[in-house]
């Protein structure tokens, strides 16, 4: 037996200040927000966004992606990826899972250990190093926290040299605890750790 088809639509989210509709990021978003409400009307599965930095395109998911999924109620939303590079695997975890709780779980995510960019070293301007290998242990350390796998010691437990809690996955955590774990978010089959 097989499966039914899905589709879904992957938006770059580009704009230009001299042509086209799009002159602004701000309306990038909010165009992306109404696609999505159309696509969901007529029956589309997912909403995917591209993520780039250095460029006129979308860069920061997780408002994005949680203003779809208020306006929305069935359609999958999701990355399709955010480099690693880029991210703080703890902070990112919680904004998925603010995101996917605003979604009721319909976020799905797709990471990456690198592509290239328009800019040399880029992730260097955010502070983080450009190493593939970095890039995969932040993967590993953002898929155990939402997975609401126990990811720092909480303080009284430090001081005690107990081991660190669990984090529940049915609502974002504090890193300082555990790391934050969105319900559903997960990177799709085929999706992780791809360069």
Sequence with gaps: ???PKRIGFLSFGAWHPGGGLTHTGG????????????????GIDGA???VHHF???LSSPFPLLAAIGVRTSRIEIGTGVIDMRYENPLYMAETAAAADLLAEGRLQLGVSRGSPEPAWHGAEAFGYSVDHDEARE????FRAAIAGG???????AAARGTRCSRSSPSRPASPTA????????RPP???GNRG
């Design 150 to 156: 126990a990811v720092v010691p909480p303080m009284r």
């Design 1 to 3: 037996m097989t499966s």
């Design 178 to 185: 555990s790391g934050g774990a969105p319900g559903h978010a």
């Design 27 to 42: 309306d990038a978003l909010r165009q992306t927000v109404e696609l999505a409400i159309a696509a969901e009307e007529i």
């Design 48 to 50: 995917f966004v591209r």
């Design 189 to 191: 089959s085929g999706q």
């Design 55 to 57: 460029a006129r395109q």
């Design 138 to 141: 932040k993967t590993a350390l």
